[in-house]
């Protein structure tokens, strides 16, 4: 009996310090800078994702073949193409959705109560699209330099990075190409953050309270796993919508591009290249939670509130 109670005991203050972590307010740049991390580790597979999206004629179907095709044509770093734009997507995009999310969170938390999990949808998708269209611009970047090298060589832009897309975008297609596809990216930034945040906080918050899991790493990695999957196949779709506009040579009309789409692959494109989609951001969503609950973990260490908690 006395192992037991202090067996529950220990589990409470788990989760009382769980809970009062979740209502410290960290710096707005923590999600960004997260992303960023996770971006450089799974670069390879969003590009690979995005040249099985747009895949023309004879280029390989599987994933396997399109790393082979990438690395024997442009070597190991092509794998990293448009790596540049990729970080000022999440520099944008990332910062934006992930800044506002938890800051709109702590707005609606009180002593008494943390917010409810329609609430923490309704908030996700508030902040993501107003991610969305911060990092539109960065998002056709990344999109085009990542399909580039998959063009024939005449019809390549060749942007050397980020910086030099965006002056040429805007001087030889003017400032709207910066915002093609904004509406589909933002609704694709809306289900992607509500199906990503607010499902990592969900389903962390169940593993606490109805498991013997406590707030630490198994407990990250698991509900990280669970959001990843739940926005993969929420966001496949619009995903498919996004990439075909953004690298499109012209201008073509969502209706009239669905239209195009259905009755040349039939449903099938709605979650045509799912597979390498979860394996890019099953693995970018799980880094992504692990360098945001790190990033955390330092903030209160050098805050000196784990220490506080460890003397109470």
Not at 24 to 50: E, M, N, Q
Not at 70 to 82: N, Q, T
Not at 236 to 255: C, F
Request: aromatic residues 10%; charged residues 20%; positive net charge.
């Amino acid at each position: 009996m006395p192992s037991r109670s202090t067996s529950e005991e220990s589990k409470e203050r788990s989760r009382k310090k769980a809970w009062e972590r979740e209502h410290i307010r960290y710096p707005f740049w923590f999600g960004g800078s997260a992303s960023c991390f996770a971006a450089c580790v799974t670069h390879p597979l969003d590009l690979v994702k995005v040249r099985l999206q747009t895949r023309l004629g004879n280029a390989p179907k599987s994933m396997v073949g399109t790393f082979v095709q990438v690395f024997k044509a442009d070597g190991f770093l092509g794998l990293y193409s448009g790596l540049s734009a990729s970080l000022l997507r999440q520099i944008t995009y990332s910062t934006t959705r992930f800044g506002i999310y938890e800051e709109l969170k702590s707005d609606f938390t009180t002593h008494k109560s943390s917010p409810s999990f329609p609430t923490l949808i309704a908030l996700a998708s508030t902040s993501g699209f107003l991610g969305g269209v911060a990092g539109n611009p960065a998002d056709v970047l990344n999109v085009r330099m990542q399909h580039d090298a998959a063009l024939p060589p005449s019809e390549r832009r060749n942007y050397k990075n980020a910086v030099d897309g965006l002056i040429r975008m805007t001087r030889e297609e003017g400032w709207k190409s910066l915002f093609r596809g904004v509406w589909p990216n933002s609704m694709r930034a809306v289900l992607m953050t509500a199906s990503q945040l607010a499902s990592y906080d969900g389903f962390k918050r169940v593993l606490i309270e109805h498991t013997a899991l406590s707030d630490n790493l198994t407990t990250h990695f698991a509900a990280s796993f669970l959001a990843g999957f739940v926005a993969t196949t929420v966001c496949s779709p619009v995903d498919v919508i996004k990439t075909r506009i953004m690298s499109s040579q012209e201008s073509k009309g969502l209706a009239k591009l669905l239209a195009d789409v259905y009755r040349l692959e039939g449903v099938g494109w709605m979650f045509r290249g799912w597979v390498p989609s979860f394996i890019r951001l099953g693995p970018h969503t799980i880094a992504t939670f692990l360098f945001l609950e790190q990033h955390k973990k330092m903030y209160r260490k050098l805050k000196g509130i784990d220490e506080l908690e460890a003397a109470v």
